[in-house]
């Protein structure tokens, strides 16, 4: 793409309607929130040989590996930040020359398990909108890539100013919904 326009995508791996699948969708948007691509994958449906085989890291695989990585490879805008829906996918960093970052709302309870399988290292850090129209955000992304952090803030800080930077994780669910509703290989 060759506009200075800033870029935004949101990345989420969500399950298939009846539960056997998954998922991948990206949305692409400008500053704004509006919309300039949207893409996703057919359902991925693992056997149920494969899930015990897998374990812990079946979503990690599906999200990173087969669905992440297909969807990001065939855009047609560069994205300048890509925001995930779920801390596992902070490994898509690997195949893609844009920061990953995953956000939370500050203020809003977070959920710990001690026994949780993804027992990584963080950097985190912190934007708010400079409207201050929106909740503060902390913005997570994997040590490996700890300056992502600082990367990412102008196209966080231009989007924040127009934008909740979670909303649109609510538009691809909807979308999805309507997808499988369309369509019911997608369900």
Known sequence: MESSETCVGFYTLSKTQDGDGYLG??????DRG???EFRVTYP???SAFQR??????LEPYIGVELCGGRLLTGLDHDVDV?????PCLLDIRETVPCPVVYLERLGDAIEVHS????QRAWAMGRVDSPSGRFQPV???VSSNWADDVERSRPALEEAFE?????????????ALELLAKEDRRFA
């Not at 890509?82 to 779920?86: E, F, M, P, Q």
């Open 44 to 46: 991925v449906r693992p």
């Open 138 to 140: 902390a913005v997570r």
């Open 52 to 57: 015990p085989l897998y374990g812990d890291t």
């Open 34 to 36: 509006r919309p300039l």
């Open 82 to 86: 890509l925001i995930v829906s779920r």
């Open 115 to 118: 026994d949780a399988p993804d």
């Open 162 to 174: 127009h934008l909740d930077l979670l909303e649109p994780f609510d538009r691809v669910s909807r």
């Open 25 to 30: 969708a990206i949305l692409i948007t400008d």
